[in-house]
């Protein structure tokens, strides 16, 4: 449950930096958030894989949940496009990490029932 918790505090931290960056264009000071997000992102992120999160899993949900999140966020907040082709790749994204998850899992599942 930690290594979760550890993605989840990752894949906040790479948004706000993200959401922060767009933002910092009309206050830099904001780039401060930028700086400390991105190491706080990755910092998490190490936690997590060291805490036994498979890389493939984690570095994936990071990068798609961060992907799907900031796209979403923007839109609400920046009032970027967020078209139906948009939509259609989002879902995508979030297929794609489902499948490697429940890969993942079948994978160890395997491992274990072989030792």
Known sequence: MKRWLLLAAAIALEV??????????????????????????????????????????GYGIWGACGVVITAVASALLFGEALTPLMGAGIALIMGGVLLVEIGSQRAQRDARETS
């Open 16 to 57: 706000t930096a993200t959401l922060s960056l767009k933002a910092a264009l009309d206050a830099p000071a904001l780039y401060a958030v930028v700086a400390l997000g991105y190491l706080g992102a990755f910092a998490a992120l190490g936690l997590a894989l060291r805490a036994g999160m498979p890389l493939g899993v």
